[in-house]
């Protein structure tokens, strides 16, 4: 078989996760994933061996765009606004697959069965955690945010939240947009 | 057969919601269900219709205690103390089959399915959110808490902060208690 371009690769593992991210992991069948990449059972099998490894491969892909996303937006406005910006760019996007968060949704569903997909998500949103509490550290050298507060404290609940907005923005009739507004204003009072 | 008190339905149902609260909708199946209850196809059928049906059931007695003790808590405690000790009380219960929320688990995996059981955890939301609300309006009918704010929109963040505190202490090595501190102080500020 041809090797495919690593691009290609990466376009369809892009698929997966928005089919993954939208539908969970039991929610996704095997010939969902077949029929969403057009691929054969076969083809499948030898690109990617598992729905399982596929999913990793989703989550990692998920994880890091949400890192290098982040790492981005602080470059060009600096650590405190890109952190009040982000609670509205995580659900604003009206192409996104889901509002929650991929990382907690596959926690949530996978915890209690002891997948290690869980273990995977956990691993992703304690690295998403430390590139919180790296900017929380930069605005604090800034000057932008008080010294006295601890950085790896301010990332715990400020992921949190936005954990917890993303939940509220799937639901019908919440007003996403007020809550990621209050939790940036809470940034600008620290 | 003969009916069983409605004691013994409510227990039946309280068992079959651990499951479901823990391992989700995909994750019980009818079998897990018959096996937890040590009921026959036949029995089960007659007394729950369906699984779908015993989720309902399972959401509205989740949903209708949470209300309860949240109201019960308010009396004891008077409201503004009772919403800054719910957080606390909602990660605390080490028996509980999960730290996360039985509504929001629902929501965000069946959602993304049209299922009917999305919308019933959406209804049960609106519900809690609405009781959050009338104890901030009656904190603030007690002056203990500044009249300028709308109490529907305090408890629209601290609801999301508290399905965020919910899903965070899922986390290994997360410090869920310090976040509920955290928000409790919030309410104190106010």
Redesign the interface.
């Known amino acids: 078989m041809p090797r495919k371009p690593n691009y290609d690769r990466q376009e369809l593992i892009g698929r997966a996760r928005d089919l993954f991210w939208?539908?969970?992991w039991?929610?996704t069948s095997l010939k969902d994933l077949e029929a969403e990449l057009q691929m054969k059972p076969g083809s499948f099998y030898a690109a990617f061996g598992s729905k399982d490894a596929l999913f990793e491969l989703a989550l990692n892909q998920y994880a890091s765009d949400g890192v290098a996303g982040l790492t981005a937006l602080a470059q060009e406005l600096g650590p405190l606004e890109a952190l009040k910006r982000w609670p509205q760019i995580a659900i604003g996007n009206g192409a996104a697959?889901?509002k929650?968060c991929m990382l907690?949704?596959t926690?949530?569903?996978l915890?209690?069965?002891n997948h290690p997909l869980a273990e995977t998500a956990?691993q992703h949103?304690?690295k998403m955690e430390a590139t919180f509490a790296a900017l929380f550290a930069q605005a604090q050298a800034a000057g932008e945010i008080d010294a006295a507060h601890n950085p790896k404290?301010l990332a715990?609940?400020y992921?949190?939240?936005?954990?917890?907005?993303r939940?509220?923005a799937?639901?019908?009739?919440?007003?996403g947009v007020?809550?990621a507004q209050?939790i940036a204003d809470d940034l600008g009072a620290l």
Do not use: F, M, Y
């Not at 992921?159 to 907005?165: E, H, I, R, T, V």
């Not at 799937?170 to 007003?175: K, L, S, T």
């Open positions: 939208q539908r969970g039991a929610g697959p889901a929650a907690s949704k926690l949530l569903e915890r209690a069965h956990s949103l304690l404290a715990l609940r992921q949190s939240d936005l954990l917890g907005l939940v509220s799937e639901r019908e009739g919440v007003d007020a809550i209050e």
